[in-house]
């Protein structure tokens, strides 16, 4: 039996943040703030994100956490930045900040123009469905939804009639190579598949900015790097940011550039030429 929608709404919602209607790229919520000095339409890169001063803070009294100590980076379009450490050292915790999904202790987050403090709880969720896709470790597939299905998910949920919905779907996952796939389920479907669909669900929005924790880190070394191609590909385009968090080496070829952190903090942060 198919699950119903608003259960599939309440799971994506959980998993995503998702849940607005759909609004077209043109009408950018940054567009009012243009001024004819900036070159937001030009080949350019534009700053994306920006953070500054950004700290979290976790827990009461006693079992505090400082997982972030005061991070200041701008992220451009157009390219794919690694942001890279060891286990702990406030990955995770920064790009949720970025991404809307948690709120920094002090500090200020613009992302594609807006400051994230100044979006009401309705507007931030807005925000980040219409602008911000995501990719976990863990792929986060509906087990229940086929593969079609899954990557169609934000669409449906952003009102689209399902016969369209589905078609951008097989669309989609035939970007991704994975047309014979579109009728499995995720049970049917190897890691480095489902990671496939995720990427597909992620981008069917056309989001400016993708984030992605870990995504390879569940994956063998061959499906991790395959992975990694296809982000490279076909999220990184003009007027998108692409963000992924990785602690795996491996992924380090394809980083345009390499944001290094540690203990809470920026540590180096540099082009990669052999991207
Ligand atoms: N919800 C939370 N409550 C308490 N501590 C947390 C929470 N989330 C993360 N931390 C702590 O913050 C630090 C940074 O975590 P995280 O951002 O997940 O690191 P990374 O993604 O680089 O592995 C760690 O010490 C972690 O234990
Ligand atoms: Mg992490």
Redesign the pocket.
Known sequence: MAPSMLAIRETFASLVADGVPHNPRHESSQAADDSPLTAHHSQLANTAVSCKGVT?E??ANG?K?L??RGVDVDVSDGQLTLLV??????????I?IVAGLLNPTEGSVEVLGADLAKLSGRGLVEFRAKNIGFVFQQYNLLPALSAAENAAVPLIINGWPRKKAFAKARAMLATVGLSHRADNFPSQLSGGEQQRVAIARALINEPRLLVC??PTSALDAKSGHTVMELIKQVAVQPGRAVIV?T?DSRVFEFGDRIVE?SD?RISSDQANVAA
Not at 85 to 94: E, M, Q
Request: charge should be neutral; proline fraction near 4%; aromatic fraction near 4%.
């Open positions: 979290k976790f827990g079992t956490t997982a972030l450490g060891p286990s702990g050292c406030g990955k995770t915790t920064l949720s924790d870990e968090v602690h952190m809470g």
